[in-house]
């Protein structure tokens, strides 16, 4: 809109008709998106489609795609082990950043290098677990609350 309203010429406009200019640009703004949103989804569903096709001719965008998820993944995951904590890659459950398996599906749990992301080799410490109650019966870690398996070994609770 901004490089029309730079190279149309000016012209004067009748007071009576500043009311449609202001809603006939709203209505094109409001399509403009439409057509965006129509071609975000039609990407969504194009990517889905084919983010392991490596013969696709749209190859390159979609390892591109698949990096920046990767790298998006992994600060998330950096985030959260501020706090202490981690996501199951299984059952997406919040668990504690230090885990060996998931608390709720029982899933091994691998670490994550976050070098890829800070440009260092240091990772940030776990939570500390002291306070938590219940520990597991096999290797003695602490269970978190509600826990059906446990994140040191992967024994089943109860």
């Known amino acids: 809109m901004d490089f029309l309203k730079k190279n149309m010429p000016k012209a004067e406009v009748p007071a009576e008709n500043s009311g449609k200019i202001r809603e006939a640009e709203n209505c094109w703004m409001q399509a403009k998106k439409s057509i965006d949103d129509a071609v975000y989804e039609l990407g969504k569903v194009y990517y ?3 983010k392991e096709n490596t013969a696709s001719e749209f190859a390159a965008q979609i390892e591109t795609i698949n990096t920046k998820m990767k790298v998006e993944y992994t600060w998330h995951q950096y985030r959260l082990s ?3 904590q981690r996501m199951c890659d ?3 459950s919040f668990i504690t950043a230090d885990s060996a398996f998931c608390n709720r599906c029982g899933a091994p749990v691998t670490p994550i290098d976050f070098s890829t992301i800070l ?3 240091n990772t940030p410490q776990a939570a500390d677990n002291a306070g938590q109650g219940l520990c597991c019966p096999k290797c003695g870690k602490k269970l978190v609350a ?3 398996f446990c994140e040191g070994c992967g024994t089943k609770i109860g």
Do not use: F, P, V, Y
């Open 48 to 50: 889905e489609a084919n």
């Open 82 to 84: 501020l706090d202490g």
């Open 90 to 92: 299984s059952c997406k």
């Open 119 to 121: 440009g260092t080799t």
């Open 146 to 148: 509600g826990a059906m």
